[in-house]
Nanobody, 119 residues
């Protein structure tokens, strides 16, 4: 079964750091862009960061200079290093990727991991 599994969320104080991981598993032939989204209660889901298959990155203005997205293609894994965390970063974080398997591309989502920034 092909899936994305996130890990690394938790409770952290303002100014702290967390590193999220998202691993793709199953019989995957290829992975295109990988992205991190977040959704806070009562708010729409927003794109946080994106990394292309060649390593080109894009960030939401709200996280530029604080968050870093990276990927390890050998491990089919994408990471989100989050530094200088603020209470407004509190949200469920979701991994998303375009995966090629069963002869076509699929838009796949992980189950999400909660990040809470609070003192």
């Amino acid at each position: 079964q092909v899936q994305l599994v996130e890990s690394g969320g938790g409770l952290v104080q303002p100014g702290g750091s967390l590193r999220l991981s998202c691993a793709a598993s199953g019989s995957i032939f290829s992975i295109n862009a990988m992205r991190w989204f977040r959704q806070a209660p009562g708010k729409e889901r927003e794109l946080v960061a994106r990394i292309s298959s060649s390593g080109i990155t894009n960030y939401a203005d709200s996280v530029k200079g604080r968050f870093t997205i990276s990927r390890d293609n050998a491990k089919n894994t994408v990471y989100l290093q989050m530094n200088s965390l603020k209470p407004e970063d509190t949200a469920g974080y979701y991994c998303n990727a375009y995966l090629f398997y069963a002869s076509r591309w699929h838009d796949v989502w992980g189950q999400g991991t909660q990040v809470t920034v609070s003192s």
